[in-house]
């Protein structure tokens, strides 16, 4: 809230000597004698620490006529120093009386404080009411006034009109503020959504050219022969393509069931065809199908496959049994043994993304795991007891055993 006061005065009376009143009592004789009443308007007003030790000094100005006193009301708006109140005498002949010279004041400026002077001889309350209507800015002063009636409404009254315009810009601050708040959430709503189209438009683009990928790595790695080179960057390719696949494609529902046995002999063709030796270690436990997503677990094997065929190994042995979770709630366990006397895992990138090794030919086969583990929301952890071998072990939902199988261990 402001700490001004606008203390500017408008006199309207057609006697010169009424304004020599006006001013004796509102001058600087009179300052001291108000100090009390401004503690008590800015007490009512909640502003009284403003007004504390302070003296009044009004500025007044005077009109004669009601025309003047409406020139003179324009021509202080336009200057930016509008007056806080005015006090109007009722007859003022031989022009607009004191309630027609108000009217015309309030059309310029209807946030004018006003008393209007009379000895109700010319207009009851009830005329100048119906003529000027209810106004909380009006008050009526009856003749003969009083000193001390005179500096109590300039007090109150300039404090008043001073204390209105500080809250009304208060509130247009805070009105501007909300438009503000408004307008940036209306724009983070738009970029949002423009945001979340071309993520769309990205991520199909992007699940486009990955599937070109596979299909034309699969083919030509298929058919690459003993051309070992061609087919390192073929697989490299084919697992840059599945690595963009699983980071733009959205969540799949749950697949059907599948049977173990079909996972476990498209990994051992996989592994055969690079001259892996493949041998799986099952628990009797062990279901023959499963439902869920465990499909993917098939893509997921392949992985190893692809890390063992990078690091040299010549030996991928998968050991697969039902472990006890939590809520006594059964989860599928895969540990796979990796290795072999030419296996070297420094070209394999065990971290969890790919290409932060400065190794030539690196291959993020392990990383294309955890990534689709993730997907699986299961657990993935790496063991390496030594520079020729590499444990991992897989743990994860398997969905429910749709029949019981159990077996001994089979090669």
């Known amino acids: 809230m402001s700490k001004e006061i ?42 009284a ?27 202080a708006r336009r200057a930016g120093r509008p007056f806080a109140m005015a006090f109007v005498d009722v007859r003022m002949p031989p022009g607009w009386d004191g309630v027609e010279t108000l009217a015309r004041l309030w059309e310029e400026d209807p946030d004018l404080q006003a008393v209007i002077c009379t000895a109700f001889s010319d207009y009851s309350y009830e005329q100048m009411l119906g003529k000027l209507g209810r106004s909380q800015n009006l008050l009526i002063l009856k003749k003969p006034f009083d000193t001390v009636e005179v500096q109590q409404l300039a007090s109150a009254l300039t404090q008043k009109w001073s ?28 970029d949002k959504a423009m945001a979340e189209a071309f993520a769309a438009s990205r991520g199909s683009l992007v699940l486009g050219a990955s599937q070109t990928l596979l299909e034309g790595s699969a083919q030509r790695e298929q058919a690459s022969g003993d051309d070992r080179e061609l087919a ?6 084919r697992q840059l393509a599945h690595l963009l696949a699983l ?25 055969e065809a690079a001259g892996i030796e493949f041998h799986t270690q099952r628990a009797p436990n062990l279901p023959a199908q499963l439902s869920g997503e465990i499909a993917d677990l098939g893509d997921l094997l392949g992985d190893l496959v692809d890390a063992a065929q990078a690091s040299g190994s010549n030996q991928l042995r998968l050991d697969l049994a039902l472990v ?19 296996a070297n895992f420094e070209r394999v990138d065990q971290g969890t993304e790919p290409f932060l090794s400065d190794v030539a030919g690196l291959d993020f086969s392990l990383v294309l795991a955890r990534k689709r ?33 159990p077996r001994s261990a089979a090669a």
Do not use: C
């Open 6 to 47: 606008n203390r500017r005065v408008l006199l309207v009376d057609d006697n010169p000597a009424i304004h020599a009143d006006y001013r004796k009592i509102l001058g600087a004789a009179s300052k001291s004698s108000t100090k009390d009443l401004d503690s008590l308007a800015g007490a009512f007003f909640g502003d």
């Open 49 to 75: 620490d403003a007004v504390e030790g302070e003296e009044e000094s009004f500025e007044l100005e005077s009109a004669l006529q009601g025309e003047e006193a409406l020139a003179k009301l324009i021509d």
């Open 163 to 190: 204390v209105t315009l500080s809250e009304r810009l208060h509130l247009e601050e805070i009105r501007a503020y909300a438009s503000s708040l408004e307008t940036v959430n209306r724009a983070l709503t738009s």
């Open 232 to 237: 390192v960057y073929l697989r490299r390719t």
């Open 247 to 271: 980071e733009f494609a959205s969540a799949d529902a749950a697949g059907s069931a599948v049977k173990l046995d079909d996972l476990l002999a498209d990994a051992k063709r996989r592994a």
């Open 324 to 342: 006890s979770g939590m809520h006594q709630h059964n989860r599928l366990r895969v540990d796979a043994h990796l290795g072999g006397p030419t």
């Open 373 to 405: 583990a993730s997907k699986l929301a299961a657990d993935l952890t790496l063991e390496q007891p030594s520079g020729t071998s590499l444990h991992v072990t897989l743990t994860l939902d398997p969905g429910l055993a749709e029949s019981q199988s």
